[in-house]
């Protein structure tokens, strides 16, 4: 049942596909300035980490975490084709895309499929493994079994969620389709072999050219950093304290979009090195608009934030704490906030 407050979004954003329509169409000058200004730095800076390597490998270790941020532009990129909404034409975006996906080793058409599903399906309770970080009801925890309640513990500690996920997911989850579900083809599975055939003569063509230990070094730096900030940013866009989740019969687009995803408000410069991705409520609402649009659409529409869930680089901080779904609540809760709710209710009962 809606409250008052989600019947107001609703009513106020009744005219939401009108309001985003113009912003929809992507224009081929921007998709080549972004290309270019994305590419170009990160080669630039490929490069020059290669040539400091020989007199400080500290210095090739912070370039590596620069590096990572346009990495995660030419990730958003990426991320756009897949969607089909970086440029107009299908081809190019699924050439485009492929491309990017050589220097993200991310498979380009299974992990679109995955995260195209992720977004029609986004805040579903039912549908909350696939393209999601995994994450428990109250009453699922509250039915584990203590080795059960050990084991997500573990996996929810920032340790674990933000730097061992993410060399898991990179490394294991991307190299096989362990991802089934209905409308996954068997050529789309295939097409990530094919990709991850593609990266892995890529890299033995280049350690052969540069140097094994000096590419392998540079890259694994590269991509770790960025497989790290990726995973920050999905978690905090979708993690945050008042999100949204419903069962399935329970469940609505609109309020998925605008209060499952949050507005992550950094400063320009970061807001840029990301492709404008921390405006995700309004990405959730149409992934048809391309990341350079998005910007455009929420100054020109500022009925789009208010009814957002807007946190800085501080509050994200907080985040952290998120553990569990309090289905009563209707907010993500600490485990200390759990286990002190389970020591009034035992007492009671």
């Known amino acids: 049942m809606q409250t008052d407050f989600e019947k107001e979004i609703l009513a106020s954003l009744s005219n939401w596909k009108q309001i985003i329509k113009n912003y929809q169409i992507p224009s081929t000058k921007k998709a080549i300035v972004q290309l270019s200004n994305s590419f170009i730095p990160y080669i630039a800076m490929w490069v020059l980490m290669y040539f400091t390597w020989n007199w400080s490998i500290t210095v090739t270790l912070l370039l590596s975490v620069i590096n ?49 599903y992720h977004h029609g399906h986004t805040g579903q309770l039912e549908a909350r493994d696939i393209g999601d970080i995994k994450f428990l ?26 730097l061992v996920s993410p060399v898991f997911y990179f490394t294991v989850t991307n190299r096989y389709p362990f991802e089934a579900f209905k409308g996954m083809v068997a050529r789309v599975k295939w097409s990530q072999v094919r990709n991850n055939l ?16 000096k590419f392998i070094a540079i890259q694994l730096f590269t991509i770790f950093f960025f497989a790290v900030i990726s995973f920050w940013f999905f978690y905090v866009q979708h993690s945050h304290e008042s999100t949204y989740h419903q069962w399935k019969n329970n469940w609505n687009y609109i309020l998925a979009a605008l209060r499952g995803a949050s507005y992550y408000k950094l400063p320009k410069v970061f807001q840029w090195l990301t492709g404008n991705i921390g405006l995700h409520h309004i990405h959730h609402l149409s992934s ?34 998120n553990k569990l779904w309090d289905e009563q609540k209707q907010r993500m809760i600490s485990f200390k906030e759990f286990y002190m709710a389970e020591r009034m209710r035992l007492s009671i009962s």
């Open 288 to 321: 048809l608009i391309p990341n350079y649009n998005l910007e455009k659409c929420m100054k020109e529409n500022p009925i789009l934030n208010k009814y957002a869930n807007i946190i800085t680089f501080k509050e994200s901080l907080k985040c952290m704490q």
């Open 68 to 116: 990572a941020f346009f990495l995660v532009r030419i990730f958003i990129i990426q991320h756009d084709c897949g969607h089909q909404s970086f440029l107009k034409s299908k081809k190019w975006n699924n050439a485009v895309g492929f491309a990017c996906s050589i220097f993200s080793s991310m498979p380009y058409k299974y992990w679109a499929r995955i995260h195209n």
């Open 198 to 213: 593609f990266i892995l003569i890529t890299y033995l063509a280049l350690g052969a050219i540069l140097g094994w230990v």
């Open 137 to 162: 009801t109250v009453k699922e925890y509250r039915e584990l079994s203590r080795f059960g309640r050990l084991k997500y513990r573990i996996f929810r500690n920032p340790l674990v969620l933000f």
